[in-house]
């Protein structure tokens, strides 16, 4: 509580201070989790987790030492969905890993990465097939830093306009 | 003024030592590019610790990425910027770039990140061209086609082809727009990976990369390649069966298995049926493998004068699974689609409901029309989570061939929820008196593209 207490002070004071060198440093604890969750929405807390693995996919995708919060996601039919990180106290890594697709000689399919406060989010390619997927959410630094967060799965809806023309 | 940022400065402090954290980095976030383009970032690196950090090296994880220089020391409270050169090579859509910085102490070593957006020209940005299962043969080897398809240039086409993957022949069709692919010698069998390499002839993207996939089999064919070894915990016991069975119902002969890149016991011995023309591996994954995921293989040998077969193997290797989180992805799925409803908006609380309704206010955003001459278009359009962005299209007949205007994506404004955003473009290459076609394109966050309007037809004036 304290220290959320000292995290929402600072990001009240730093707000103040949004430009050079402290526009860096005065985002480090921002971030909000919704007070009424979604359905879709779960919420965990990266303090809780522990160390479990130096990487997602391969040598290019170390996480280093930092806690991860491994999410196991059974999809029984192709689907297309987005998940979304929130967090507090951290800087967020999120990466989605699939058996198969990481056996492809390129990268690995889905990672993001953000500053702490920041939302970020995992839009891995169209049409997931069925199958495990593993949602890892980490501090993006390696660090031990760690806080509350949310993880929003939402699904990709067809992209239209309201309106088109031309003059 | 100088009290509150000395304040700052501290209370951040306060927190990064409360973590135990020494450096921090700032995620990078760069403009958009095109696949193989180059680009450069500059890290910045705080050490927010009481004593210097002694920098013994900075790592770019990607092999294509470089590291310009570092310095050897970053003093207590000093900040320092460290220049990086990224290469997009065949990403495509939002990624992610990371530097790994090592210290004297490693509990100060540090990952820096940097994140792109990478366009491409081709429909599908990883083009995948799988073979299948294939025998191997002279007399009839197997043959598949890889072709470029671009909605973006009409005319891209390949001009050399730069790196073939070492079980394929490759040859540039008379069109420029296709490469025939012929299975080649293979050391094993197996599945076999590997990336062709072309040079196309655009200055917007200078390379098209295609995954190559084919499962070369001989007479003797394993139950499942590649294996699926799913979540192996250290502090349990695993084992698994490959049934590896004779195509002709012959008798075969293999010698004792290997493993690649994992660390693993295994031992062949008879299938439950007891027939001539079957054999099965039992192996076990060593709980001292590094955690996190498993890539490797399984290598059975065969009788004198036959390749060896070789078998994929991948997991996630754990301490255990007491932290792991399971989720029903379906359930999931249902009630996001549900909690979003058909058209996005989703099904607000009654106290949202009712701010909604008593916000009166106009949140469109009206963007700035480009003066000038030429065809004006305008689109309306709400904030959609997966768009990155829009792109023109135009041809000079409804039915094309169609061609992208904006090499740059025109970027996703984000209204005030409930809101839209008029968007405004301005084709000024239009030539008066012609007519042309035009149809918008949003470009997605996972770098796929897709056409959301109809064409319209105008007269440029």
Redesign the interface.
């Known amino acids: 509580m304290r ?1 959320k207490l ?2 929402a ?2 990001v009240a ?2 707000s ?2 949004s430009t050079g ?2 526009a ?6 921002a971030g909000t989790i919704p007070a ?1 969750p ?3 929405t ?1 919420n ?1 807390d990266l303090c809780t ?2 160390d ?14 930092a806690r991860d ?9 192709t ?1 297309s ?2 998940f ?1 990180v929130n967090g507090t ?3 967020p ?1 999120i990466a989605l ?1 699939n ?2 697709a ?6 690995c399919p ?6 702490a406060g ?1 939302q970020v ?1 995992l ?4 049409n997931l097939p069925a199958g ?3 949602v890892f959410i980490t501090e ?7 806080g509350a967060f949310s993880l ?6 067809p ?9 | 003024m100088q009290k509150i940022l000395f304040f700052c400065v501290l209370a951040i402090a306060a927190i990064a030592a409360s973590a135990d954290t020494t450096l921090v980095a700032e995620t990078v976030r760069l403009p958009d590019i095109y696949q193989f383009e180059r680009t450069s970032a500059s890290l910045q690196v705080t050490n927010v610790g009481k004593e210097a950090v002694s920098i013994t090296n900075v790592r770019a994880m990607r092999p294509a990425d470089r590291v310009v220089a570092f310095p050897a020391q970053i003093a207590a409270g000093a900040t320092v910027k460290i220049d990086v050169e990224i290469n997009a090579a065949n990403d495509v859509g939002a990624s992610v770039h990371t530097f790994q910085f090592e210290t004297k102490k490693p509990a100060d070593d540090l990952l820096a990140r940097v994140t792109i957006y990478v366009q491409t020209v081709l429909d599908n940005g990883r083009p995948i061209v799988d073979f299948g299962p294939v025998r191997l043969s002279t007399a009839d080897p197997a043959h598949a086609l890889f072709e470029l398809k671009s909605e973006d240039i009409p005319g891209l086409a390949v001009e050399e082809v730069l790196e073939t993957p070492a079980f394929i022949q490759a040859r540039i069709e008379p069109d420029k727009r296709s490469v025939r692919l012929t299975v080649d010698k293979v050391p094993y069998y197996g599945i076999h990976r590997a990336n062709l390499k072309l040079r196309l002839n655009s200055d917007v993207q200078l390379q098209a990369w295609s995954e190559i996939i084919a499962d070369v089999r001989g007479d003797v064919v394993p139950s499942s390649n590649p294996l699926p070894l799913d979540l192996v915990l250290a502090n349990k016991p695993n084992e698994y069966l490959l049934v590896l069975r004779h195509q002709g119902q012959s008798e075969f002969v293999v010698g004792k298995p290997s493993f690649e890149r994992i660390k693993g016991k295994a031992k062949v011995e008879p299938c439950a049926a007891k027939s001539d023309d079957c054999k099965q591996v039992r192996f076990s994954i060593a709980k001292d493998n590094a955690p996190g995921r498993l890539s490797g293989a399984l290598v059975i040998p065969q009788g004198k004068g036959q390749l060896p077969i070789k078998v994929e193997l991948y997991g996630m290797m754990l301490k255990d699974d007491s932290k792991i989180v399971k989720v029903d992805g379906d359930k999931l799925m249902a009630q996001a689609t549900e909690a979003s409803g058909a058209d996005g908006k989703g099904k607000q609380p009654f106290v949202a409901q009712l701010k909604g309704a008593l916000d009166t206010r106009d949140k469109t955003i009206n963007l700035p029309e480009p003066s000038g001459k030429g065809p004006l278009l305008r689109w309306q359009a709400e904030e959609h989570a997966s768009v990155h962005g829009y792109a023109i299209y135009r041809a000079l007949s409804e039915q094309g061939p169609y061609e992208r205007l904006t090499r740059e994506v025109i970027a996703q404004v984000v209204p005030e929820e409930g809101g839209s955003v008029n968007y405004v473009w301005r084709d000024a290459s239009a030539v008066s008196g012609k007519q042309y076609w035009y149809y918008i394109g949003a470009v997605m966050n996972n770098g796929s593209k897709k056409k959301i309007s109809s064409p319209m037809g105008v007269t440029a004036k």
Request: glycine share 8%; aromatic share 8%; charged share 5%.
């Open positions: 220290s000292i995290a002070t600072l004071a730093c103040m201070f060198a402290f860096a440093a005065c985002t480090a604890s009424t979604s359905p879709s779960i965990g987790a522990t479990q693995l130096v990487q997602t996919c391969g040598d290019t995708t170390t996480i280093g030492n919060a491994i999410y196991a996601v059974q999809l029984g039919a689907n969905a987005t979304t106290g951290f800087a890594y890993m058996g198969p990481c056996n492809s000689v390129n990268t889905t990672e993001n990465a953000g500053n920041e989010v839009d891995p390619a169209n495990t997927y593993y993006q630094s390696g660090s031990a830093a760690c929003v799965t939402a699904p990709v809806l992209v239209s306009l309201q309106k088109f023309s031309v003059e």
